[in-house]
């Protein structure tokens, strides 16, 4: 499966932004799906993962409650809502996948990576 992540940018403390992750070359309900984030020096992070339909989801950290990650089969694609962003929230976001199974939490099963995408949020 290639992936390809989009939606990040520029915001202000506060604001939401809502990531996007295409799937394509396979069938995407067949994936777990995941984000994952780097900041500048900073090892990557896992963010949040969702099973192969949606119906469970996990969070890295603190995240839940701010994050929520979803997505829909038919349009091939992987969502990650941000809300109340905060400067410590910037990153390089990248989604990733696996077909390892049905397992979502185990975060080393994701080999499947998208290439990223820059959220930067100013104070």
């Known amino acids: 499966v290639q992936l390809q992540a989009s939606g990040g940018g520029l915001v202000q403390s506060g604001e939401s932004l809502r990531l996007s992750c295409a799937a394509s070359?396979?069938?995407?309900?067949?994936?777990?799906g995941g984000w994952f984030r780097q900041a500048p020096g900073k090892e990557r992070e896992f963010v949040a993962a969702?099973?192969?339909?949606?119906?469970?989801?996990t969070y890295g950290g603190s995240l839940k409650g701010r994050f929520t990650i979803s997505r829909d089969n038919a349009k091939n694609t992987l969502y990650l809502q941000m809300n109340s962003l905060k400067p410590e929230d910037t990153a390089i976001y990248y989604c990733?996948?696996?077909?390892?199974?049905?397992?979502?939490?185990?975060?080393?099963?994701?080999?499947?990576w998208g290439q990223g995408t820059q959220v930067t949020v100013s104070s």
């Open positions: 969702i099973s192969r339909r949606g119906g469970s989801s």
């Open positions: 070359g396979s069938t995407f309900s067949n994936y777990i």
């Open positions: 990733a996948a696996h077909n390892a199974g049905l397992d979502f939490k185990n975060v080393a099963l994701f080999n499947y």
